[in-house]
């Protein structure tokens, strides 16, 4: 059983930082594409940013490029996103995700992701 759990959102003002971290752990000897999607009341989910297994390919979201940075550390299965120059449009509950894969691959599509974790939530106040 694959888990994912996010960790690090809270309440944070307008042009300050944050840091989300995601462990996806639980089947040996598989590679997993990691993404960020967020959601927030009364819209769709929508894509943040992505990095492939390898860690050397990534991908944003118009919305985050320049003020969003997304990295891993694959000795202990950890994704993180580090979030700068929040404003509240980024306010929303961000959820990490796993595709179990060979091919590295930073992908938008959440159709394309087999494992979710459960949420974190992120407040900007202005």
């Known amino acids: 059983q694959v888990h994912v759990v996010e960790s690090g959102g809270g309440l944070v003002q307008a042009g300050g930082s944050l840091i989300l971290s995601c462990v996806i752990s639980g089947r040996a000897n598989t590679n997993y594409n990691a993404g960020w999607f967020r959601q927030a009341p009364g819209k769709q989910r929508e894509f943040v940013a992505a990095?492939?297994?390898?860690?050397?390919?990534?991908s944003y979201a118009d919305s985050v490029k320049g003020r969003f940075t997304v990295s891993r550390d694959n000795t202990d299965n950890s994704v993180f996103l580090q979030m700068h120059n929040l404003n509240p449009d980024d306010t929303a509950t961000y959820y990490c995700?796993?595709?179990?894969?060979?091919?590295?691959?930073?992908?938008?599509?959440?159709?394309?992701?087999?494992?979710w974790g459960r949420g974190t939530q992120v407040t900007v106040s202005s």
């Open positions: 995700a796993g595709e179990r894969t060979r091919t590295p691959f930073a992908k938008d599509d959440a159709d394309d992701y087999d494992d």
């Open positions: 990095i492939s297994w390898t860690g050397d390919t990534k």
